[in-house]
């Protein structure tokens, strides 16, 4: 009985959960190196930790939208640009139009659902490359965010500032500071919606039949229309669903930076798919894991975190550790695809 | 009838199209877009400066046919690589410093450190796609994302300057020729691999791989060896793209040489009619392709649209004419006239 189980489990671990163990092993043990490391400067506080999530929440949400495309077998480098045409419309609309900040946030999710329908009917219904339409997508957004205004726009708008700068206290984790007084570790909004979010797409992905569906597309192609799965609407679908997600990622985006300007979230769409290399999404399709995608996002806040703390290395040292932990993933993901090839042969 | 049926199914008539459409809206709205001015012997334009400019582009889109043509997928480091190179290369020549007037070590030396650091990014890139099979872009991603900052390590995070006429040679014009240096390197880069395709066997070998690797690897093609070596070809293009567009400003500028250059180049690949799938090529579509997207850039400037506000147009024209060329699209137009003149016929019976 024991025994049956234990193979089971061993079963259950196959390449690809495998990958994503040491994704997560990976950043504890970056943390915990940085807490060792770095806890005179206070690396090891409650704090700390939550500011990985503070300062990432969009980057979760658009990652977690990047995986669900990258499991269809697409791509879309569009996000970035999204982004900015995101904030600079919700600035230009709170600012410039007088319109108050809930109908502005409701026009950029619409705007994202549009921008994803359209280029998911392109890429779905018209059998162009997703990385041709999706670079577009990308020039268009960040040219119209040009459009809207050249000039940065920051926001005053009181409603949308008390969201921004509305703080989740933790009852628990404080420290005492200086003079004394107890201080909690806290968290704003925009961490919650993006836990949320990224649960909800897990739930969707897991449990749903269209998140069935997508691995089934990306898996192979032939067989879910050969097995009577709609392949085109379930692109569209998934393309949509990445959009919006980069719509409601570039408004937790605007809460952090409380402006829009044209250069804003420049390059953010590779930090996404980085993440969700990092957290064990095939760009073959059909494999991967929105928990794993949190993972890579968590793995980059924690570099940048290092490369803060440590205070004498310049920003870019970021990109190159970035790309040493994208080879080692990517190389070990191969050998475990060829691993597999020659136990199937 | 025939005749134009003939001409519409040639390979090339929907890029050279394009390219026509794109200078065809200048006619309209700049008349003088094709007014060209001799000074000094040389000759002047907004003709030539579409000649000029596109150069880099067209020698990257060289290398980028033959790598989309053998793997299937795109390289999107290029533009990185354009920066280390053009890093490495101004550091060997001022030999350290940050701005010198005089070479520090010898022209060629330099060079040479370039172009191997160029075909050394092109084998790290090939080894990961060729030998340990991994997806194209993923691979190069890699090098996309580090690149810059590798530029900046070799430049300490400065902008080297190398002040010599010597080296502002390659990007701007000497005299004696009508037109830029850029262009003539574009040039030669397109006749040298035109004739290494067309004289050897390899062009064949490129796409018998990249419509079926295994097949080709069972009737004895080496399949990943010429994956590798269009990939180290791509990497030696990108350097001299790094060189020619070093030299136009005789600096390496680690952040801005090259930058978001990979993209065009994939979209001169797909605009010349080449599938990104892999498979048969077309190295003058892809020429054709890069011109036209320095045509259309040059256009938007010409009718004074703000930098920043180009990309919107180019991606307007870039969808319309991907869409175009889509297989379903063309489906149903055909549906569509088929119906015509299958009522046509009635009417003469």
């Known amino acids: ?345 | 009838m025939n005749k134009l049926k003939k001409l519409t199914t040639y390979r090339l008539f929907l890029p050279i199209l394009c390219l026509v459409l794109v200078l065809l809206v200048n006619l309209i709205t700049t008349p003088d877009f094709f007014a060209i001015s001799v000074r000094d012997g040389m000759l002047y334009g907004y003709i030539i400066d579409v000649i000029n400019r596109a150069s880099e582009l067209v020698i990257l889109a060289v290398g980028m046919t033959l790598m989309v043509a053998a793997s299937g997928g795109t390289d999107i480091s290029v533009g990185a690589v354009m920066a280390v190179v053009a890093g490495v290369v101004c550091n060997v020549l001022a030999g350290g410093e940050q701005s010198v007037t005089q070479y520090n070590n010898p022209y060629i030396l330099g060079i040479l450190a370039g172009i191997a650091v160029a075909v050394i990014c092109g084998c790290f890139n090939g080894f990961l796609v060729a030998k340990l099979k991994i997806q194209p872009m993923i691979a190069t991603l890699i090098l996309f994302t580090a690149g810059r900052g590798i530029a900046q390590l070799v430049t300490n995070g400065q902008i080297t300057y190398v002040r010599v006429d010597h080296y502002k040679v390659l990007g701007s014009s000497i005299k004696g020729l009508p037109l830029p240096v850029p262009f003539f390197m574009a040039i030669i880069v397109v006749i040298v691999t035109t004739l290494i395709l067309k004289k050897t066997a390899i062009g064949m070998y490129i796409e018998s791989v990249g419509i079926n690797a295994k097949a080709s690897r069972l009737v004895g093609l080496k399949s990943s060896k010429i994956i590798f070596l269009t990939y180290v070809f791509g990497g030696l293009m990108a350097g001299i793209a790094g060189l020619v567009a070093s030299s136009r400003i005789y600096s390496a500028d680690a952040n801005n040489i090259g930058l978001n250059m990979e993209l065009d180049a994939i979209l001169a690949v797909a605009l010349g009619g080449n599938s990104l799938g892999g498979g048969k090529f077309s190295l003058m579509g892809s020429v054709i392709g890069a011109y036209t997207i320095q045509a259309l850039t040059t256009t938007l400037y010409a009718m004074h649209v703000s930098s920043d506000q180009v990309p919107v147009y180019k991606a307007i024209v870039v969808v319309i004419i991907v869409s175009l060329q889509s297989p379903q699209l063309k489906k149903w137009f055909k549906k569509h006239s088929l119906g015509k003149k299958a009522v046509n016929g009635n009417e003469v019976a």
Not at chain 1, 134 to 145: H, I, K
Not at chain 1, 328 to 333: D, G, M, N, S, T
């Open chain 1, 1 to 345: 009985m024991s025994g049956s189980k234990a193979v089971k489990v061993k079963k259950k671990i196959d390449g690809n959960a495998f990958l994503l163990l040491i994704t997560i092993v990976l950043f504890f043990v970056m943390y915990i190196a940085g807490v060792v490391i770095f806890n005179e400067q206070g690396f090891g506080k409650v704090q700390n930790f939550l500011n990985l999530f503070i300062s990432n929440a969009g980057l979760i949400v658009i990652a977690a939208g990047m995986t669900v495309v990258m499991i269809t077998g697409g791509i879309d480098i569009s996000v970035g640009s999204v982004v900015a045409l995101t904030c600079m419309l919700l600035a230009w609309m709170m600012e410039l139009k007088g319109i108050g900040a809930v109908p502005a946030t409701l026009l950029v999710l619409v705007m994202g659902v549009v921008f994803g329908l359209v280029q998911g009917f392109l890429v779905a219904y018209l059998n162009i490359q997703p990385f041709i339409v999706t670079l577009a997508g990308m020039f268009f957004a960040r040219g119209m965010t040009a459009i809207v205004s050249t000039e940065m726009i920051s926001i005053s708008n009181e409603t949308f500032l008390s969201w921004a700068k509305f703080k989740i206290y933790f009852p628990f984790g404080g420290y005492l500071n200086r003079k004394g007084v107890m201080i909690y570790p806290y968290i704003y909004p925009s961490v919650v919606i993006a836990l949320i979010i990224l649960v909800l797409v897990f739930v969707m992905l897991k449990f749903t039949k269209f998140g069935r569906s997508i691995y089934a597309v990306g898996g192979n192609e032939q067989s879910a229309l050969m097995m009577g799965l709609n392949v085109r609407r379930t692109k569209l679908k998934a393309y949509v669903l990445s959009s919006t997600l980069c719509g409601l990622g570039g408004f937790l985006f605007c809460l952090n930076t409380c402006a829009g300007f044209v250069e804003q979230a420049k390059g953010l769409e590779m930090d996404a798919i980085a993440s969700s290399v990092i957290g064990g999404t095939l760009l073959t399709g059909g494999v991967g894991n929105v928990f794993g995608s949190l993972f890579g996002v968590l793995i980059k806040g924690t570099i940048e975190a290092f490369i803060t703390f440590q205070g004498t290395l310049s920003s870019w040292w970021t990109r190159i550790t970035i790309a040493a932990l994208l080879c080692f993933f990517i190389v070990l993901q191969s050998i475990f695809a060829a691993v597999k090839e020659k136990n199937k042969h």
